[in-house]
């Protein structure tokens, strides 16, 4: 996907200029770094970031005050949100719709209209999801997460509320799948069922969530983790119970949890 935000960070403070340096790594946007005495061409960004009070820029619409403090894990979808609206949003509304499982459906339904269905690793559904933003700039945006299984529906829904939940333009619902039919919705789209199921999720109204719900990670779900560590390992790795439980939380993907573990074995054999 083309990289179309273009952020310009002007600060002279060292913390700020790390923690931002991290939390854009990976990112979709293209960053660029400014000192307080250099001049910044105004036309070659969409947003400059600072930590001035008073600051002379031409566009004052176009610069977002910053503090330390202020630097939380939603900030990139906050600044994705504040460009897109600014650029006069093509949609009114934006649904995500989510299918959870092994392999997650994701639908992005704009004003109706199908745009977007594909599936997403649990590591990767975040940046997916700020893809859309970029793509379909969109007044509102709805994300819909289906309940069933209800674990995985749960840690889905917590790892999105930590980065979309404070957004005021982002609401997020979760949806009671035994009401939605995919075959009602998408009977004759090219779409994989977890796509399909999504694209139905999207289109049914679900309950609002403001704050985040309890999730315990099953042991069986553990053990069907461990049991994959096995298998793509050629029965060389087995992840341990605090490993295999990252990997459930979506917090790494099972490839890095299974480099990790041999780095471990690998360290212990050089002791």
């Given at each position: 996907?083309?990289l179309?935000?273009?952020?310009?960070?002007?600060t002279?403070?060292?913390?700020?200029?790390?923690?931002?340096?991290?939390?854009?790594?990976?990112?979709?946007?293209?960053?660029?770094?400014?000192?307080?005495?250099?001049?910044i061409?105004?036309?070659?960004?969409d947003l400059?970031?600072?930590?001035?009070?008073?600051?002379?820029?031409?566009?004052?619409?176009?610069?977002?005050?910053l503090q330390?403090?202020?630097?939380?894990?939603?900030?990139i979808?906050?600044?994705?949100?504040?460009?897109a609206?600014?650029?006069?949003?093509?949609f009114?509304q934006l649904?995500?719709?989510?299918?959870?499982?092994?392999?997650?459906g994701?639908?992005?339904?704009?004003?109706?209209?199908?745009?977007?269905?594909?599936?997403?690793k649990?590591?990767?559904?975040?940046?997916?999801?700020?893809?859309?933003?970029?793509?379909?700039?969109?007044?509102?945006?709805?994300?819909?997460v289906?309940?069933q299984?209800?674990?995985?529906?749960?840690v889905?829904?917590?790892?999105?509320?930590?980065?979309?939940?404070?957004?005021?333009?982002?609401?997020?619902e979760?949806?009671?799948?035994?009401?939605?039919s995919?075959?009602?919705?998408?009977?004759?789209?090219?779409?994989?069922?977890?796509e399909?199921?999504?694209?139905?999720?999207?289109?049914?109204?679900?309950?609002?969530?403001?704050?985040?719900?309890r999730?315990?990670?099953?042991?069986?779900?553990?053990?069907?983790?461990?049991?994959?560590?096995?298998?793509?390992?050629?029965?060389?790795?087995?992840?341990?119970?605090?490993?295999?439980?990252?990997?459930?939380?979506?917090?790494?993907?099972?490839?890095?949890?299974?480099?990790q573990?041999?780095?471990?074995?690998?360290?212990?054999?050089?002791?």
């Open positions: 996907m083309p179309n935000y273009r952020i310009a960070i002007q002279d403070d060292t913390r700020l200029y790390h923690m931002l340096l991290k939390l854009f790594e990976g990112s979709p946007l293209r960053v660029k770094f400014f000192t307080l005495n250099q001049a061409p105004l036309q070659k960004f400059i970031i600072t930590t001035q009070e008073l600051i002379d820029h031409s566009s004052a619409s176009q610069t977002l005050q330390p403090k202020q630097i939380q894990p939603d900030l979808s906050k600044i994705i949100g504040i460009i609206r600014r650029r006069e949003p093509k009114r649904i995500i719709g989510i299918d959870p499982g092994k392999h997650i994701v639908a992005a339904i704009c004003d109706g209209m199908t745009l977007a269905a594909e599936t997403s649990l590591p990767q559904l975040t940046k997916k999801i700020e893809e859309y933003l970029i793509l379909f700039p969109s007044e509102m945006v709805v994300i819909r289906g309940d299984p209800t674990w995985v529906s749960k889905i829904f917590n790892k999105l509320f930590t980065v979309f939940g404070n957004n005021d333009n982002v609401k997020l979760i949806v009671e799948e035994a009401f939605s995919s075959k009602k919705i998408a009977p004759d789209l090219p779409f994989s069922p977890d399909t199921a999504a694209i139905a999720i999207a289109h049914r109204h679900g309950k609002v969530k403001n704050h985040l719900v999730s315990i990670v099953p042991e069986g779900r553990i053990k069907e983790i461990q049991k994959w560590s096995r298998e793509m390992s050629g029965n060389r790795i087995t992840l341990d119970v605090e490993l295999a439980r990252l990997v459930a939380l979506g917090e790494v993907s099972l490839e890095q949890a299974i480099m573990k041999e780095k471990q074995l690998e360290a212990k054999k050089n002791e």
